[in-house]
């Protein structure tokens, strides 16, 4: 059978205008920015690829139930309608809601972490590392070899290290208060953890009495792939294999600014009735009562009805290929990427791209301040400016330098793509006469947040 072109499979109710502007316009705001596109108003950006976390847009079902959220202090039924929601996908038994997903991992390592512990993971998200490493813990990252190397094409780059773990637990055990895995993997724009290795990880952390706790955020993404990739899965619904995930676990943190389509909210799950409720008088110290956790009544339904709007497989289905077809249409203009490409960005080698921008001049800036100008496209530099500053203060190169395009859910269309592919066509052509930067100013620490750069 013929394959059709694969629709946005929902029509546009309410639309946000994009200011448009000139390329003239962009250079004089980038400058003014400080070449920083963080210092950038989002209303001079055109395509705003800067992350995918809190940025999707809503339902008209979600907008309708934000009417339905009852503000009561205790007991509100948008807690329970909430709770229904997330135990019908993810099977644990006490649900607390936290205002983002770093809230749910600050409360959970308030309790498992402390000095001489570690925690491994297959790659720990920045916020989940930092709140590992504020408790005076380590966080140890267990990928499989496949998921450091870009050219790649295994299904699975996101796979936990079977072996590794079983070594790291036998090692260290006494000492690891949990393992954890990212699902999917944010580490190289969201690649995915197989059932079978979720499986593998789950009876590792059992053999050695240790907890198991996924870190969801895009969950319904990586159950999508499973369906896609994994042998024996493709005929099962995408509600199913999330139910199968998260049944090997014994918790989970999540932001449900990723795949529950809300713009603020999270939740900390867990089996186990003590840490439960040694979380819940932590939440209370910090994000509020139990039942509203630091999140309105409205903010809970929009996350009940997002969690019934995002295992739909049409919706899936458009969400991957979107990152698929931004990636084959920049591998047909020569521009290296991460491949596979993963469910919510599509990584650039900005390094590969422009060989003749040292490192340590931030060819990943240099990369991101020319699409802005070039398209009025918003990206994030991943490299040198984020990763090369060292606590001393010297420099040295990032392993990578990456620019991330991070695709915020059902808000642009593919014709948005398909400019995205013309404005990378256009950078590609001039790519030679793009220059680096130096950094005039920058904080001690998170420097890529505020630093001043200069073009060379
Ligand atoms: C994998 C992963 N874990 C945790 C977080 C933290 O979530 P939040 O931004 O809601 O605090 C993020 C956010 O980007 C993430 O991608």
Same mark, same amino acid.
């Given at each position: 059978?013929?394959?059709?072109?694969?629709?946005?499979?929902?029509?546009?109710?309410?639309?946000?205008?994009?200011?448009?502007?000139?390329?003239?316009?962009?250079?004089?705001?980038?400058?003014?920015?400080?070449?920083?596109?963080?210092?950038?108003?989002?209303?001079?950006?055109?395509?705003?690829?800067?992350?995918?976390?809190?940025?999707?847009?809503?339902?008209?079902?979600?907008?309708?139930?934000?009417?339905?959220?009852?503000?009561?202090?205790?007991?509100?039924?948008?807690?329970?309608?909430?709770?229904?929601?997330?135990?019908?996908?993810?099977?644990?038994?006490?649900?607390?809601?936290?205002?983002?997903?770093?809230?749910?991992?600050?409360?959970?390592?308030?309790?498992?972490?402390?000095?001489?512990?570690?925690?491994?993971?297959?790659?720990?998200?920045?916020?989940?590392?930092?709140?590992?490493?504020?408790?005076?813990?380590?966080?140890?990252?267990?990928?499989?070899?496949?998921?450091?190397?870009?050219?790649?094409?295994?299904?699975?780059?996101?796979?936990?290290?079977?072996?590794?773990?079983?070594?790291?637990?036998?090692?260290?055990?006494?000492?690891?208060?949990?393992?954890?895995?990212?699902?999917?993997?944010?580490?190289?724009?969201?690649?995915?953890?197989?059932?079978?290795?979720?499986?593998?990880?789950?009876?590792?952390?059992?053999?050695?009495?240790?907890?198991?706790?996924?870190?969801?955020?895009?969950?319904?993404?990586?159950?999508?792939?499973?369906?896609?990739?994994?042998?024996?899965?493709?005929?099962?619904?995408?509600?199913?294999?999330?139910?199968?995930?998260?049944?090997?676990?014994?918790?989970?943190?999540?932001?449900?600014?990723?795949?529950?389509?809300?713009?603020?909210?999270?939740?900390?799950?867990?089996?186990?009735?003590?840490?439960?409720?040694?979380?819940?008088?932590?939440?209370?110290?910090?994000?509020?009562?139990?039942?509203?956790?630091?999140?309105?009544?409205?903010?809970?339904?929009?996350?009940?009805?997002?969690?019934?709007?995002?295992?739909?497989?049409?919706?899936?289905?458009?969400?991957?290929?979107?990152?698929?077809?931004?990636?084959? @249409? *920049? !591998?047909?203009?020569?521009? $290296?990427?991460?491949? /596979?490409?993963?469910?919510? #960005? =599509?990584?650039?080698?900005?390094? @590969? *791209? !422009?060989?003749?921008?040292? $490192?340590?001049?931030? /060819?990943?800036?240099?990369? #991101? =301040?020319?699409?802005?100008?070039? @398209?009025?496209?918003?990206?994030?530099?991943?490299?040198?400016?984020?990763?090369?500053?060292?606590?001393?203060?010297?420099?040295?190169?990032?392993?990578?330098?990456?620019?991330?395009?991070?695709?915020?859910?059902?808000?642009?269309?593919?014709?948005?793509?398909?400019?995205?592919?013309?404005?990378?066509?256009?950078?590609?052509?001039?790519?030679?006469?793009?220059?680096?930067?130096?950094?005039?100013?920058?904080?001690?620490?998170?420097?890529?947040?505020?630093?001043?750069?200069?073009?060379?």
């Amino acid at each position: 059978m013929k394959r059709r072109v694969i629709i946005e499979p929902f029509r546009i109710k309410a639309v946000e205008p994009i200011r448009m502007t000139t390329r003239e316009e962009r250079v004089g705001l980038i400058g003014a920015a400080d070449y920083n596109l963080f210092a950038l108003k989002s209303d001079d950006v055109l395509i705003d690829l800067l992350t995918d976390s809190g940025t999707s847009a809503m339902s008209a079902a979600q907008q309708a139930a934000l009417l339905s959220g009852d503000e009561s202090y205790a007991g509100s039924p948008s807690f329970f309608r909430f709770e229904a929601a997330v135990k019908h996908l993810m099977p644990f038994k006490h649900v607390l809601p936290t205002h983002q997903g770093r809230a749910a991992e600050a409360i959970l390592f308030s309790l498992l972490g402390g000095a001489g512990r570690m925690v491994p993971s297959n790659t720990h998200f920045d916020t989940t590392r930092g709140n590992i490493e504020a408790t005076g813990a380590e966080a140890h990252d267990l990928v499989i070899a496949e998921g450091t190397d870009p050219q790649s094409l295994h299904p699975f780059k996101g796979n936990m290290d079977l072996e590794r773990l079983e070594r790291f637990l036998e090692t260290h055990g006494a000492r690891v208060p949990c393992v954890m895995l990212t699902v999917t993997n944010n580490a190289g724009g969201g690649q995915p953890v197989s059932l079978a290795n979720i499986r593998g990880v789950s009876e590792l952390a059992r053999r050695f009495g240790r907890p198991f706790i996924i870190d969801g955020c895009r969950f319904a993404e990586n159950a999508f792939f499973i369906k896609e990739r994994e042998a024996g899965q493709g005929d099962r619904a995408v509600s199913n294999i999330v139910r199968d995930m998260f049944s090997c676990a014994d918790g989970m943190t999540m932001s449900a600014k990723k795949d529950a389509f809300a713009n603020i909210g999270g939740w900390l799950a867990l089996n186990d009735d003590e840490l439960a409720q040694a979380a819940r008088s932590r939440l209370i110290l910090t994000e509020g009562f139990p039942t509203y956790g630091g999140l309105a009544g409205r903010d809970l339904e929009a996350i009940a009805q997002g969690l019934k709007e995002i295992v739909d497989e049409d919706y899936l289905r458009y969400r991957l290929r979107t990152s698929e077809y931004i990636g084959e @249409g *920049l !591998l047909s203009l020569g521009v $290296p990427i991460i491949r /596979p490409t993963g469910g919510h #960005a =599509v990584f650039v080698d900005a390094r @590969g *791209l !422009l060989p003749h921008i040292p $490192p340590l001049q931030y /060819p990943g800036q240099a990369l #991101a =301040v020319a699409l802005y100008v070039e @398209g009025g496209i918003r990206s994030c530099e991943i490299g040198t400016v984020m990763f090369g500053r060292r606590p001393d203060g010297t420099e040295s190169p990032a392993p990578m330098d990456l620019v991330r395009l991070a695709i915020p859910r059902r808000v642009y269309t593919q014709s948005h793509a398909d400019y995205l592919i013309e404005v990378f066509a256009d950078v590609v052509a001039g790519k030679q006469a793009l220059r680096g930067f130096v950094i005039d100013w920058q904080p001690s620490a998170m420097r890529h947040f505020t630093a001043k750069f200069r073009p060379l």
